[in-house]
Every structure is written in structure tokens, then in C-alpha cells.
């Protein structure tokens, strides 16, 4: 059998080891914070936002935020069908209801228009998630918002490296929320990090991060509200520092892959990957291939013809309104089309020009077109 190829796993160097390795052994009594912080401002900095904080998952920056904009129940929020369901269980737990509208069939992301179709006195935000590094169209999304007073949230969990015209994914909105999970792009093998210009909002973020103790509290152990433990340890946040310093490079690799993968399938008219160029900077956190309709490719076929060469892919998100938790919404028809003729492809750092080629021959021969 052929060697296997997997679809992902981190780039871990010495220097993440050496960050992390000094974590456990002095990052303790008052220094249990030093990582976290410098995590934190190292972050902000690179995003080019105001404030971070570092929480235990994306999932997690996305209810502290949206708990302190005070969404609750009989609230609202609108956001694409197409997602994975960590966008919308905070929504879930929160006691709102989210409302779920179509996707654009080229970047596979959040349709404005449904989006303002969608808007009721009810809708309490706009949640623009950023899917496999694809951007959402920002300008539209933050105009809707703008005229009907309601904020636009940006889920940028698998859009590090991703920019908006020179702008940063996750960095635009009324707060973003970034995802630092094993297979991500930049990893502290699990985390997350919340990130706002809203000083307002950050300070109830970071008091809600903390079973409730506000920053400037001198009582010990003395909660000024209800709160969450959403915090990130000192350990992980060294190895994220570790990561942080080296996140060109992540992402230079990672739109490598995207790129070789795109020039090897570039030439076969019924494969789609994700939209980069002109103004828009693909993170290419996942590379995903979409076989046009009349293909007929499905994902069963494809699952199927990447298991018989020992290759790992990944399938396409089903439409969240198709789970069983949810009300179906089968008008949102990209979102329940797209994913039975989609998949994502291997794209770990260190992956070989050899095994891009095996990836690239699947397709390929699944296409009609050989290798």
C-alpha cells in the first residue's frame, strides 16, 4: 500500500518547544500570566487590532463576545448555512436563534444580499464567517450593518493570513474571533483568541474571560458578575508565541500548497478552488476543490477514489440547517448543493511535491483527465 498522506498536522519547530518547555518549568505563581500576555499584544499587533484575548477556543471568543454585546434570548443572528457548527453553538447557548441564509456559490461564504433580506427588528447581529480562508465581501457586509445598526461579528478561525483589501481577516468587524486548533494554520494545539478596537467591549470580554472578575478588582476572589472559564494557559501561549513569530512563513507555505494544487487543476474546466488574487489574499488554510454540477463527481466518489490511494480528505460542511438540531432550510440552495460535489485536500506544511502530485492525480483521474 501506499504510504499515507494526511490531510493535516502542524509545523512544530524547536523554538515552540523551547517557548513551551520554559512554560512549564518557570511559568508558574506570578509569572503564570507572562506567555498569555505577550501572546496577546504580539497578536493585536500582527492583526493590526487595538485588543486580544486569549481564550480556550475560537468557539469560546465567539460566546464571550457575543454574550457581552448582550445577545440573548429572542435574539437573532444571521449567518450562513454553510459552516461547521462551532460558528453556532454559541448563538445556540446563548438562548438566540440564528437564521441561516445562503452562501455565494464562488466563495462558498455568506451572501450579503440574503443576509439584508434576512433582517428583522429581531436580529441582534451578523456573523461573517470566513470559510477555509475564503473572505466574506467585508464592504457589503459592514454597510449592511452600518444602515440598520447592527454589528457584523467576523469568525476568522480558518482565515489567518487572509486579507481584505490590505486589511487583515478578523481585524474589520465589530470583533473578531481566530481558532488555534491542531490543524490550523497557526497552533497551540487547542485556543483561541478574541480580538476588538472597542474598549468598551474588550473590558467586559476580559472580565467575563475570568469567572466575572473585572481587571481593577481588589477584593480576592471576588466576582463582580456571572462569567465564564474561557482562558488559554501560559503553556499553550508560549508555543503561540513560538507560532506567532514564524507566521509568514506558515502562510507563505500554506499558500505554496494552495498554489501548486491550483496549477495542477488548473487546466480541467469542471474543478473550482477557492477564489485569490486582485485585492483579496487567500490564507489557503484548506485548499478545497468544487466539481461543477454536471460532473457528476459526488463526495461519495471522491471519498471513495482518495481512500483507494491512501490519502486523507476531508468532506466539504454540510449545511447547518440540515442537522438535526436545526429547522431545514433547503431554499439556501448552495449550501445544500456545494457539499456533495466538494471536498478539501491535504495540505499540511511539510507536505512533498510527490504527494501533491498523488493528490493532484486523484482529481485529476476523477475528472476524466488523467494524471
Known amino acids: 500500500m501506499k504510504p499515507r498522506i494526511l490531510y ?11 517557548y513551551a518547555t520554559d512554560a512549564v518549568a518557570n511559568g508558574w505563581g506570578d509569572r503564570c500570566y507572562d506567555y498569555i500576555h505577550r501572546f496577546e499584544a504580539a497578536f493585536a499587533t500582527h492583526l493590526g487590532s487595538t485588543f486580544a484575548v486569549a481564550t480556550s477556543s475560537c468557539t469560546g471568543a465567539l460566546h464571550l463576545g457575543m454574550a457581552a454585546l448582550g445577545i440573548g434570548d429572542g435574539d437573532e443572528v444571521i449567518l450562513a448555512d454553510t459552516n461547521w457548527i462551532a460558528s453556532v ?11 441561516f441564509v ?17 433582517i428583522t427588528p429581531r436580529t441582534k447581529a451578523i456573523l461573517a464567517v470566513h470559510l477555509y480562508g475564503n473572505l466574506c465581501e467585508m464592504e457589503r457586509l459592514l454597510a449592511i450593518g452600518d444602515r440598520h445598526g447592527i454589528p457584523v461579528i467576523e469568525d476568522a478561525a480558518e482565515a489567518i493570513g487572509s486579507q481584505y483589501y490590505g486589511k487583515r481577516a478578523g481585524s474589520m468587524g465589530r470583533f473578531g474571533a481566530f481558532s488555534f486548533h491542531g490543524t490550523k494554520t497557526l497552533t497551540t494545539g487547542e485556543g ?12 467586559r470580554v476580559l472580565t467575563l474571560s475570568n469567572h466575572g472578575r473585572a481587571k481593577g478588582q481588589t477584593k480576592q476572589f471576588w ?7 474561557f482562558k488559554m494557559s501560559n503553556v499553550q501561549a508560549a508555543m503561540g508565541c513560538g507560532q506567532l513569530e514564524r507566521i509568514d512563513d ?13 496549477d495542477g ?11 485569490d488574487g486582485g485585492n483579496i489574499v487567500n490564507g489557503a488554510w484548506m485548499p478545497t476543490v468544487v466539481f461543477d454540477r454536471d460532473s457528476a463527481v459526488t463526495r461519495e466518489r471522491m471519498q471513495a477514489a482518495f481512500k483507494d490511494e491512501n490519502i486523507d480528505a476531508r468532506v466539504f460542511f454540510y449545511p447547518l440547517s440540515g442537522l438535526p438540531m436545526f429547522k431545514p432550510e433547503p431554499g439556501n440552495i448552495h449550501a445544500w448543493d456545494i457539499p456533495g460535489r466538494a471536498i478539501n485536500l491535504p495540505s499540511f ?6 504527494e501533491q502530485e498523488r493528490v493532484i492525480g486523484v482529481v485529476r483521474c476523477l475528472a476524466g483527465a488523467g494524471s
Do not use: Q
Open 250 to 262: 506558515l502562510v507563505n507555505r500554506k499558500r505554496a500548497v494552495f498554489h501548486a494544487y491550483r
Open 349 to 354: 506544511h511539510d507536505i512533498t511535491d510527490d
Open 89 to 99: 453553538s454559541p448563538i445556540a447557548h446563548l438562548g438566540a436563534t440564528p437564521v
Open 8 to 18: 493535516t498536522k502542524p509545523s512544530i519547530t524547536e523554538l515552540e518547544v523551547r
Open 223 to 229: 466576582p463582580d458578575m456571572v462569567g465564564f472559564k
Open 102 to 118: 445562503d452562501v455565494l456559490p464562488d466563495t462558498w461564504c455568506i451572501d450579503p444580499e440574503m443576509v439584508e433580506r434576512a
Open 265 to 275: 487543476l488548473s487546466d480541467l474546466p469542471m474543478v473550482r478552488m477557492n477564489p
Open 192 to 203: 483561541g483568541m478574541f480580538v476588538t478596537d472597542d474598549a468598551d467591549l474588550y473590558e
